[in-house]
């Protein structure tokens, strides 16, 4: 059976011969157009994209001999994205910390700022009742004080990530300008 591995996280082959010389010389074909020669039994590698199928193969050799040689088929997923919230408070820069504090009335556009492979689906959910959403990115105006949490959840075939971004809503500033008084 082939071996499955993700996309972006270093696998570790190891030649598993018996009686070979250490001077011995080992080429490894990954599959993905990379080739690596050492004397090394073993030998990490990063796959940098998904490759469905790929097969690795080995050659040992002690000058113009061959001395023996493995193949190995080998799936490579994409890998698990990593979830990560980016919001802009009223048009703002946006930010990517774990939290922002706004002041009631204030519009946030919640944007997926994932990184690593690209999710396949997303979900936004929130700690309070607005709606769900799949999409890239959800706005959403924040008009009652409190604490909200906004929890991205990104997914593929390799797995699933989530992100939190915690939203603190102040009160808005009380009017403090005198009023202009008509004489």
Known sequence: ???VVDAGTPVTFTDTSTAIPAAAVRTWDFGDGNKAVG???GI???YSRA???ATVTLTITMGDQLLGSASRPIIVQPGVPTPRI???VDGAPAVTTAA???TAGASVVFTDASTGPAPEFRAWTWSDQFPPSAAASVTRTFSEV???VATLTAVNVSGQGAATMTVRVDP???NTGAAAQAG
Do not use: D, E, L
Request: net charge neutral; no cysteine; glycine share 4%.
């Open 172 to 174: 808005a500033p009380a």
């Open 51 to 53: 490759i469905t199928p």
């Open 86 to 88: 980016a919001a802009s």
């Open 100 to 102: 922002v504090t706004v």
């Open 39 to 41: 004397t090394a039994a």
């Open 44 to 46: 990490s590698h990063t």
């Open 1 to 3: 059976p082939a071996t």
């Open 146 to 148: 409190g604490t909200y």
